[in-house]
């Protein structure tokens, strides 16, 4: 696998499209709080695994958009209710992705001498960890009709269960739900059962969706959209995150 940069990156934050507004990342992070259990006859740290956490730190430039909605006007909000934040590490098919479902906790602005005026955002996690998986659309795909995508492959079979993240940027129809399918083989796809996200009929929109934590997924998966009523566009990104190893809670 060979080296890269952060180059040619996307930010999405509940169904908004908020890559062209951002400065920089300025932290990734989570996984287990470390208890400690050092007892008083042991010479260095014991340590286990706690509670799971995450965040997301970024700076956004200031877009202020009166009518239709910036950047500005989504963060200013202040949203008390969970912000779904998925951050792609390039946005090629397959590329590495990690999404967080977070507080947004502050929108804290920055001038400088120079004029530049930039805001901090700490999104910091609520119900789950961060969780990094693979892309199942080029960044933000845009389907016309109902199509399914192509494939990735994770190498082999798993049944420890798997989560995923939608966000929908636009929408323009009567209706599209957005679906996982895997297959043994690549050409043989099928329906995961629990692995649809809601059906969407507006936007901005985003949801997590999870597995049971013995579910099996196939070594190829792939993301499908279906329509009941018709769907003339739809903008949308999936990330979804196949677990190697048995977890205990998700």
Request: with cysteine.
């Amino acid at each position: 696998m060979a080296k890269t940069g952060g180059l040619g990156d996307n930010l999405y934050i509940a169904g908004f499209d908020a890559s062209g507004d951002i400065q920089q990342l300025g932290s990734i992070s989570g996984g287990p709080a470390l208890l400690n259990f050092t007892a008083i006859n042991k010479s260095a740290y014991e340590r286990q695994g706690g509670l799971r956490s995450g965040q997301i730190e970024y700076t956004a430039f200031f877009n202020h958009v009166a009518v239709t909605g910036g950047t500005h006007e989504k963060l200013a909000a202040l949203p008390t209710t969970d912000q779904i934040l998925t951050y792609c590490r390039g946005t090629t098919l397959g590329d590495p992705a990690a999404s967080l479902v977070s507080k947004q906790i502050n929108y804290d602005p920055t001038r400088g001498d120079d004029g530049m005026l930039t805001f901090g955002v700490s999104a910091q996690s609520n119900g789950y960890g961060i969780e990094w998986g693979r892309q199942l659309t080029a960044g933000l795909r845009t389907d016309t009709a109902a199509t399914n995508g192509t494939g990735i492959d994770t190498t082999a079979s798993a049944s420890f269960g798997g989560q995923a993240y939608l966000h929908v940027t636009a929408f323009t129809g009567t209706d599209v739900t957005v679906k996982i399918q895997d297959s043994a083989d690549n050409v043989s796809f099928a329906d995961v059962a629990g692995f649809a996200f809601t059906q969407v009929t507006a936007a901005p929109a985003s949801e997590r969706i999870a597995l049971g934590n013995t579910a099996t997924l196939r070594r190829y998966l792939r993301a499908v959209t279906v329509t009941t009523g018709g769907v003339t566009s739809v903008s949308f990104s999936v990330n979804v995150i196949k677990n190697e190893v048995a977890n205990v809670v998700f």
